[in-house]
């Protein structure tokens, strides 16, 4: 409740930036939707291709397709256009087959009555088949808006904002509080919207028997315009709101700003990633840059969106560049890995590897302090006789890159009777604190390590390769801006492990607010 | 209809074919007969034997593979179909009313698109609920599923009626009533029709039916009419298939009504 009362402001603006999102993407989805399911009524060879279509679009996890879209020219890149494209194609389905099955529905001698009576096609489309087909129709465009309102979450990954916002960074902050926020609230517009929408889907029913004494066609056109004007307002006041809530966040950034050009700075979804970045445009602001900030970008986002122009520099591992997006084999060496990244990069993208920032974020196989202690292990070979029994839950990501666990058991000899569990990283965290699970890997720099009272055994045998932490930037950026390549030079060498650490706590652990904490710790190092 | 030469037959079939599909068994194979106006022809037969199908090729919802349809002397395919449709009444099974327009609505349907001025369509229908034993004061405002299976199918005889139609084209109108309502609805349309001078086709399989309403029944088998005569001749054809279907279909109803007119 204190929560809620503290940041009912941002709270508000997150809602209506989902309200919009729903609005505008389920509206397009109905202008789409039931005139193309009319045609199918009409054209019986479309049918089948087009509700496939349809239907596979559905299938498609939200984050694989945000990801295909993001590099596609004119429809892709980051933030609300992606999302509505996505969000639009979930939405089609259902409207289109309840258009056909409504329209395709009617009784036979209806149809063929008003046929007989001499009505033009267009005319029996307006006045037989849509109005008796509504009510189908319409819980085709409730179950379409009540889908949306759900998978409009997914698209705070590519930056377009709204409550998802809240449910990403909950989970990855081990923050409950933002989390029953952000599913709270989209939960209770769901069921708002399905009770709304259900409502003049009964007086559609032409059997329920409803419409006694007035005159049909009045009350079904009442009802059906109330529920539509309802529905502008909300969309309409949503979108003001946005509107205004960007003009007062451009207010306040333009007073601290001289506007010599824009800087794009994206971040990775997940606690450090975005304190590097906020870091980042924090300096670039105080030097009086323009900042748009594109942070909490899912998977390898950050990666295409910046090769694509969408945004102009990230926080990155040397590592991660190394393995995951070159390609290459697992090393050990630091220095090789960062030179061979950063020679690479240039050549192939553009794009210029900034000083390393001082600390490292590598794998830290973890397990419960309490654990360790009464077993008295300090080194990952200290744990592989015990491990036999445990059960393991690893993140996707460490379960299928080329430095993850294959590699990593077959180096110490692990043998897991149990397949290890894959889940979400953020999860895994809590899965060991609540003794879910018994071993992980998590990141050696998370704050969660010492406020769950984990343990990060050594990696004794030098499995893991270096994650060093740099910033990427186009080079276009770069030259653009003398400030930014200013700000990347005082980064260098500036961090340390320990103090990325405490950075990532205060946020995972205190809940503080990521801005103060950075501005806090830009000013006691005088940067 | 008005302007058009009365001596030419009002419908015309010259050996008429119709089948689905190009290799399909014809549903009518080179049928040829004219209507008169002013007659209430019965196409008669059991299921299957096109009486439908010869129905609905007069009022272009199919169109002819051989031959042609002529109506007021000219055929089918250079009728538009719309203007075809609004001047010739169309009555089918069970009413085929819209569940979502009132009876006054359904009523006024064709005068509607026809774009008449309001009142006009307002008092027509009023007229023709009275015409059918409707008191609109009562059932202009009602839905159809407020109605009887009887009150429903004199909803269809006037919305058939309400652009004053010379033709009026019925597929088994009265074929989902209980017998007494039928046989009240036979009684008053009958008058009807006569008073208002109409043309009717009226397609059944119910072989009282037809000698209670027809001026002429054709006895259709297989897509083509074996016999054709007025009632009072017709049950005393000699023709084999007539007399059987005459005999099964007379036991048949033999039990549910005892007394013809």
């Known amino acids: 409740m204190d929560f809620l009362q503290r940041n009912w402001p941002d709270i508000l603006s997150h809602t209506a930036e989902h309200l919009w999102l729903v609005f505008i993407s389920t509206g397009l989805a109905v202008l789409i939707g039931i005139p193309l399911g009319v045609l199918l009524t009409r054209y019986k060879p479309l049918r089948a291709p087009v509700l496939g279509f349809a239907s596979v679009m559905q299938t498609v996890p939200s984050l694989a397709l945000f990801g295909f879209l993001i590099p596609l020219p004119f429809i892709g890149g980051i933030g609300a256009r992606t999302a509505i494209i996505a969000l639009v194609l979930y939405a089609l389905l259902p409207i289109i087959r309840n258009t056909v099955t409504g329209i395709l529905g009617i009784d036979p001698p209806v149809r063929e009555a008003a046929v007989g009576m001499g009505m033009t096609d267009w005319q029996i489309l307006r006045q037989v088949e849509l109005p008796l087909a509504a009510g189908v129709i319409l819980t085709g465009v409730r179950v379409a808006v009540v889908i949306t309102i759900g998978v409009a979450v997914i698209a705070a990954a590519v930056g377009a904002g709204g409550l998802g916002e809240y449910i990403f960074r909950g989970l990855r902050q081990n923050n409950n509080q933002l989390l029953w926020t952000g599913a709270g609230i989209s939960a209770v517009m769901a069921l708002a919207a399905d009770f709304l929408l259900g409502l003049p889907e009964r007086y559609f029913d032409t059997r329920a028997g409803r419409v006694k004494e007035q005159r049909g066609r009045a009350v079904f056109q009442r009802i059906a315009l109330g529920v539509i004007a309802a529905l502008l307002v909300i969309g309409l006041g949503a979108f003001v709101f946005n509107k205004f809530s960007a003009w007062r966040a451009a207010r306040t950034s333009a007073g601290q700003s001289e506007q010599s050009s824009r800087v794009r700075v994206g971040s990775k979804d997940f606690t450090e990633s975005v304190l590097l970045a906020e870091m980042l445009a924090q300096m670039l602001e105080a030097r009086g840059v323009q900042v748009e900030r594109q942070f909490e970008l899912a998977g390898n986002l950050t990666h295409t969106s910046l090769v694509a122009g969408s945004i102009d520099c990230y926080p990155e591992y040397t590592g991660t560049a190394y393995t995951a997006i070159l390609q290459h084999a697992p090393i050990t060496d630091p220095r090789a890995v960062y030179e061979q990244v950063r020679r690479e990069y240039e050549e192939k993208f553009k794009v210029s590897v900034s000083e390393p920032l001082g600390f490292s974020n590598d794998f830290a196989i973890l397990v419960r302090g309490a654990e360790a202690r009464r077993l008295g292990l300090k080194t990952i070979s200290d744990a592989v006789p015990h491990a036999r029994n445990w059960r393991a839950g690893f993140g996707q990501d460490f379960m299928s890159r080329a430095d993850g666990y294959s590699g990593f058991v077959r180096a110490y000899g692990f043998r897991f009777t149990q397949q290890p569990r894959e889940m979400d990283l953020s999860l895994t965290y809590r899965a060991l604190a609540a003794a879910q699970v018994d071993i992980i890997a998590g990141n050696s720099t998370d704050g969660l390590i010492s406020a769950l009272d984990l343990f990060q055994l050594e990696d004794d045998r030098r499995y893991f390769p270096p994650y060093e932490a740099v910033f990427l930037s186009r080079m276009d950026a770069v030259s653009r801006t003398p400030a930014l390549a200013d700000a990347l030079k005082r980064l260098g060498h500036a961090i340390t492990t320990e103090e990325m650490r405490r950075l990532n706590y205060q946020i995972d652990g205190e809940k503080r607010d990521r801005r103060q904490v950075i501005s806090d710790w830009l000013k006691s190092k005088g940067l | ?261």
């Open chain 2, 1 to 261: 209809m008005n302007q058009t030469d009365k001596s030419l037959p009002l419908v015309e079939f010259r050996r008429t074919s119709y089948s689905i599909a190009e290799k399909s068994a014809p549903i009518i194979s080179d049928l040829s007969f004219t209507v008169e106006r002013g007659e209430r022809l019965v196409l008669l037969g059991e299921s299957g034997c096109g009486k439908t199908t010869t129905l609905k090729l007069i009022n272009r919802l199919l169109l002819p593979t051989a031959g042609e349809v002529l109506v007021e002397g000219k055929a089918t395919t250079h009728w538009d179909a719309i203007r075809l449709r609004r001047m010739t009444g169309y009555v089918i099974q069970e009413g085929g009313l819209f569940p979502h327009f009132t009876v006054e609505r359904n009523v006024s349907l064709v005068p509607s698109l026809e774009g008449w001025p309001e009142e006009r369509t307002r008092s027509r229908a009023h007229e023709l609920l009275e015409m059918v034993g409707l008191p609109p004061a009562t059932f202009a405002s009602r839905f159809p599923r407020e109605l009887s299976g009887g009150q429903r199918q004199r909803v269809g005889v006037a919305r058939a009626l309400a652009s004053d139609p010379q033709l009026l084209l019925m597929d088994e109108p009265f074929g989902a009533l209980d017998p007494l309502t039928r046989e009240s609805i036979q009684r008053e349309f009958k008058e009807l029709s006569t008073t208002l001078k109409k043309t009717v086709i009226l397609v059944t399989h119910d072989v009282r039916e037809a000698l209670r309403l027809g001026t002429r029944i054709a006895l259709m088998k297989a897509g083509q009419i074996v016999l054709l005569r007025a009632p009072q001749d017709f049950l005393q054809a000699e023709d084999a298939y007539a007399r059987r279907y005459i005999e099964t279909m007379t036991i048949n109803a033999e039990g549910r009504v005892q007394n013809d007119e």
